[in-house]
């Protein structure tokens, strides 16, 4: 059965300190845990002490010091319960987990020699008996004892105690976490593990003990990740006024983990894709990624453990508000523009396609089967969407003002998504109760806006309907509180003053206006010309627009807007209609593209075009995802063919500009990553993708020598990728095979280049690769380079009319379930998308659905997955 919201009730019984002991061994580690517990429940009966606990050996349970027997408890398979206790209570629980065998990666288990714990949602369960939710929150003291040879850094929360060594030839190191926190939030890491270090003084003065630990052979690589967590550490008492609050911070990269990194409290666990990059192996997007995700999870110091959630439906209250805040921090090294387009195109294509299928749920989800399920892009990026319209409503300083008094007031506590939006109300003074809907209401809004220019009167108005399409469970909806940004702009492209008419003067040229009806006008007064709407600027919620704009008129907001969106936008919904039109076109002859089209391309080519990294966003098509959105019964290898077709007729149209931006930029200076330099990367090899589509001797010799003589990644893997689709590159595919064969992380973007590429054999070299000597199921970075990247990124051959793609999934969800539920239930996602297929996939999809469904021993996180989609 479900777990639904709205049965929350408090917990029976809280914890005031977990002592816990952890006799480390990869075959048998045994847990000794000593809670001690308060009964809640005054009101009459106490209720029985119910422990979660799953898949663990129990050795003894002592209840105040008198060991039980098995007459005096009922072992369940997801919990030990005891009866109702009445005062303080003492419990020792002794079991025994085998981290070795624990290939779902979630609890306590092993990547390579190295043993940690990966905890959230509900791996705490998966060690010892404890009441495993968030709004328990306890202080925690943990030791570990190991081989030392083994094992020689042993790591826990909060700041290390005190060391040891035992008689036995084993060492051992006691951890004590200050902070109350949930179970969530507990993590230890023990291997032989070096690290660099580096100090950061707080603002009040505390000296921060700054460590990245990693694989010796790793460390070369982890000083941007330092660096990354000491800027993230400024950003935020700059911005917010939030400091750090121990002695130590802990970052550590590890080599299998299933989700991209881990904020336990002090001891930050990453997955070495996130943590690791130099200019050899990574690129401007790797590193980029490091600074993100390093901010994110130091950012949840604040919002997520200091302040965590009440519940698991709550997960946007630390998640939404994380991403806002590490999306803001990119932004501040990348350039406020870049980012948001990048952040947007990514919600776009992931997050509205989540909205459109049949696992829609509202940020704050209503219900669940198995929570490691809701760690989406609703949650994550849509909650984040959520979080910046209040910025956008309240601008910085009411922002701030808000995040700091949720911040104080529920410092300590497990909060709720009602009390984040609370405070942002009162701070601001405001009425937030419909902003709330967006915390409850699944599905993508629509915006229809439709313009009307009276010359006579002077006045243009803006009549805005919204509406939201039904999504799973939910009919109907109501209107939302949206922010509109505006501008308008004159034939030249400048901002005129706005004055709605029941206003005596203009005030300014950017307004946000509030929606809150299904249907809003707007009317300005003093517009001397037909103007041009720039609407939506910054994508200031996170909607679809639709609103009739003329060709000129996309044209005039791409060359001349201020707003770096609009500017993208503009061109995107441009080209994203001439694509669609020529998929509904069928076999006729295409129309060929309009000189003003490529005459706007050609422009963000050359040298005067001010921000090459936006250059480099607008210069892109649409995606396939964003293109197949807007379309039913679709045939997605027509679909990518319309694509193909048309970059290769766009890179004939420009050939001479591509191939004069590309030699501008490609000006021989070593490699360092800055915001400019990245940019200019992104469109030199922009460029060059583009290029890839012809056959000249003149294109071959440029791919081949930028794939030779490039000093780092990001121009080689460019290289290599273009090449990839092309007669010519098999040669440059095994050299990179070879040279990097030691190197996992980089052998992904090898795996991926093939799962991607267009060759009519992807799908047979997928299979050839899954015997690679360093491919390996149980790593979930392999897995997702290989076999996840073919099935959501090569649509061209996952969607093999023969079936041969759907089949391939369906048997590689069935054989990874077994190994770990959570990358299977992740795959298992490809097949979200069906019911936008043409009907002769439709019915192969369906069928392979029902085949998953019907096995036996299927997991509940890819049963809740396969289960939603074949409803849909
Ligand atoms: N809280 C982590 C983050 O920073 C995500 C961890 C989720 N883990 C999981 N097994 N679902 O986003
Ligand atoms: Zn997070």
Redesign the pocket.
């Known amino acids: 059965a479900p777990v639904r919201r709205l049965d929350y009730r408090p917990p029976a019984y809280l914890v005031e300190s977990v002592d816990l002991t952890f006799e480390l061994d990869p075959a048998r580690t045994r847990v000794t845990a000593r809670t001690v517990l308060l009964p809640q429940r005054t009101d009459g009966e106490a209720e029985p002490l119910r422990l979660d606990g799953r898949d663990l050996a129990l050795e003894s349970v002592r209840l105040n010091g008198r060991e039980l027997g098995p007459g005096d408890y009922t072992l369940g398979a997801d919990a030990l319960v005891l009866p109702p206790q009445a005062g303080r209570t003492v419990l020792d629980v002794v079991t025994v987990v085998e981290p070795k065998a624990n290939t779902a990666?979630?609890g306590l288990y092993a990547s390579g020699g190295t043993l940690l714990t990966?905890c959230?949602?509900e791996?705490f369960r998966r060690i010892t008996y404890y009441p495993d939710r968030p709004d328990v929150l306890a202080v925690y003291t943990c030791r570990l004892v190991a081989d030392e040879e083994e094992f020689p850094v042993l790591l826990s929360n909060g700041d290390r105690r005190d060391s040891g060594r035992l008689p036995d030839g084993r060492h051992w190191v006691t951890w004590a976490d200050p902070h109350p926190k949930p179970s969530?939030l507990f993590a230890l890491v023990a291997g032989r593990l070096g690290h660099i270090e580096d100090s950061y003084r707080t603002r009040s003065g505390r000296d921060v003990q700054v460590r990245v630990y990693a694989r010796e052979g790793a460390l070369p690589r982890c000083a941007h990740a330092l660096g990354a967590a000491k800027r993230a550490m400024a950003w935020d008492e700059e911005r917010f006024g939030l400091e750090y609050d121990l002695d130590t911070y802990t970052l550590v990269g590890v080599d299998d983990f299933?989700?991209?990194?881990?904020?336990n409290k002090g001891l930050n666990i990453f997955n070495s894709l996130y943590l690791e990059a130099d200019p050899e192996t990574a690129t401007d997007d790797d590193f980029a990624a490091v600074d993100t995700?390093v901010a994110?999870?130091y950012f949840?110091n604040w919002t997520?453990n200091r302040v965590t959630c009440r519940d698991m439906f709550q997960l946007s209250l630390?998640?939404g508000l994380?991403?806002y805040r590490d999306e803001r921090f990119s932004g501040d090294l990348r350039g406020p523009g870049v980012q948001r387009v990048r952040d947007v195109r990514a919600l776009r294509e992931r997050q509205f396609a989540e909205d459109a299928g049949p696992q829609a749920h509202p940020v704050r989800p209503d219900e669940y089967q198995e929570?490691?399920n809701f760690?989406t892009w609703t949650v994550?990026k849509k909650g984040s969407e959520v979080i910046r319209m209040l910025h956008t409503l309240f601008g910085e300083e009411g922002f701030r003002r808000g995040l700091r008094l949720y911040v104080s007031r529920h410092d300590g506590q497990a909060a709720t998504c009602d009390q984040f939006v609370a405070a942002m109300a009162e701070a601001n003074g405001a009425d937030l109760t419909q902003f709330m809907r967006w915390y409850g209401q699944a599905g993508t809004p629509v915006l229809d806006v439709e313009p009307v220019y009276d010359a006579a009167a002077r006045t243009y108005t803006l009549v805005v309907r919204q509406s939201c399409p039904p999504t799973p469970k939910q009919p109907a909806k109501e209107p939302l509180h949206v922010p509109l940004a505006v501008a308008l702009l004159d034939p030249d492209g400048r901002r005129v003053p706005l004055r709605l008419t029941h206003e005596d003067a203009p005030s300014g040229t950017e307004r946000v206006l509030e929606l809150r009806q299904p249907v809003t006008t707007f009317t300005f007064a003093d517009v001397p010309a037909r103007p041009v709407p720039s609407l939506l600027r910054g994508f200031s919620a996170p909607v679809r627009m639709r609103m009739p704009l003329t060709s000129e008129e996309r044209i005039l907001l791409a060359a001349h807007d201020d707003d770096p969106f609009v500017r993208w936008e503009s061109l995107h919904g441009y080209l994203t209609e001439l694509l669609l039109g020529r998929y509904r076109a069928g076999d006729a002859e295409p129309a060929p593209l309009p000189p003003a089209l490529t005459d706007a391309l050609a422009r963000l080519l050359r040298p005067e075009e001010p921000e090459p990294a936006l250059a480099a966003l607008m210069l892109e098509l649409p995606g396939f995802d964003t293109l197949f959105g807007a379309l039913d019964e679709v045939d997605p290898v027509r679909l990518a063919e319309v694509l193909r077709a048309t970059r290769e007729e766009l890179a004939r149209t420009l050939y001479e500009p591509l191939l004069e931006c590309h030699r501008r930029l490609d000006d021989g200076r070593p490699y360092v990553f800055d915001a400019e330099r990245s940019g200019r990367r992104a469109l030199k090899n922009g460029c060059l993708s583009y290029l890839a589509e012809l056959d000249t001797p003149e294109v071959a010799a440029l791919l081949h020598r930028q794939y030779e003589r490039a000093d780092n990644m990001t121009d080689r893997l460019a290289a290599l990728t273009a090449l990839a689709d092309r007669g010519d590159g098999d040669g440059v595919l095994e050299e990179f095979g070879r040279r990097w064969r030691e190197h996992p992380l980089v052998l992904d973007k090898w795996f991926t280049v093939h799962a991607r590429s267009r060759r009519p054999d992807a799908l047979a070299r997928v299979r050839r690769l899954m015997d690679h000597p360093v491919f390996s199921e149980t790593n979930p970075n392999r897995v997702g380079a290989l076999i996840i990247a073919f099935c959501f990124e090569n649509p061209l051959r996952f969607h093999a009319a023969d079936g041969s793609g759907y089949a391939f999934a369906a048997e590689q969800i069935l054989r990874l379930d077994a190994v770990n539920p959570?990358v299977a239930a992740r795959l298992a996602g490809c097949f979200n998308s069906w019911p936008s297929l043409d009907p002769s996939r439709r019915e192969t999809v369906l069928r392979t659905l029902q085949v998953i469904e019907g096995s036996e021993g299927l997991s509940p996180e890819t049963s809740e997955i396969v289960g939603n989609a074949s409803v849909a």
């Open positions: 990666l979630t990966q959230e949602p791996g969530y299933n989700m991209g990194a881990m904020e995700v994110h999870e949840h997520g630390k998640e994380a991403v929570i490691s760690y994550y959570a």
